[in-house]
C-alpha cells in the first residue's frame, strides 16, 4: 500500500508537472512577445532619458563653474581697474597740486619782486623829491640870506621855518 501511494503520487506529480511546465513555456512565450518588448524598450527609454539627464546636469554644472569662473575673474578685473584708476586719480591729483602749488609760488616770488621795484622805485621818487625840496630850499635859503644880511639867529629862525613848511609839504603830498 505504501508503494502504490508514491506511484499514484508520483504519476500525478509528474503529469501536473508536466502540464504546468508547458504552461509556464507557453506563458513564458506570451510575456516575452507581448510584454518583455515593450517593458524592454521602456525601460532603455527611461535608461537613455536618465542618461541624457546626467549628461545635461553636467553639462550645465559644467557651463555654471565655467560662468563662476568667468565671473571671478571679470570681478579680479574690475578690482584691479578700480585700483588703478585709484592710482591714476592720486597721481593726477598729486601733480595738480604740485603744479598749483609750483604756480602760487611762482606768483608769489613775482609778486614778491614787483613789490621791490615798486618799493625801490618809489624810494627813489622820495630821494628825487627830497633832494629837490633841499634844493629849493638851498635856494630859498640863500636867496633870502644874500638879500637880507641876517643875524645867525635870523638865519636859524629862516631855516626852521622852510624846515616846517618842507615837512607840511610832504605830509600833503
Do not use: C
Amino acid at each position: 500500500m505504501s508503494s502504490e501511494f508514491l506511484l499514484g503520487a508520483s504519476g500525478i506529480l509528474w503529469g501536473d508537472t508536466l502540464f504546468y511546465l508547458v504552461l509556464f513555456i507557453i506563458l513564458m512565450a506570451l510575456i516575452k512577445h507581448f510584454a518583455w518588448g515593450p517593458v524592454t524598450s521602456m525601460m532603455e527609454k527611461r535608461a537613455d532619458k536618465i542618461a541624457s539627464d546626467i549628461d545635461n546636469a553636467e553639462q550645465s554644472r559644467q557651463k555654471a563653474e565655467k560662468l563662476e569662473k568667468q565671473r571671478q575673474a571679470a570681478l579680479k578685473d574690475s578690482h584691479v581697474e578700480a585700483s588703478q584708476i585709484i592710482e591714476r586719480a592720486k597721481t593726477n591729483g598729486e601733480q595738480q597740486r604740485e603744479t598749483i602749488v609750483d604756480n602760487a609760488n611762482q606768483e608769489v616770488a613775482t609778486l614778491k619782486e614787483n613789490a621791490k621795484q615798486d618799493i625801490a622805485r618809489e624810494r627813489q621818487n622820495a630821494l628825487n623829491s627830497v633832494k629837490d625840496d633841499v634844493a629849493e630850499l638851498s635856494l630859498a635859503i640863500a636867496s633870502k640870506v644874500i638879500v637880507k644880511n641876517l643875524k645867525l639867529e635870523d638865519q636859524k629862525e629862516l631855516i626852521d621855518s622852510y624846515i616846517e613848511g618842507l615837512g607840511k609839504q610832504n605830509e600833503a603830498k
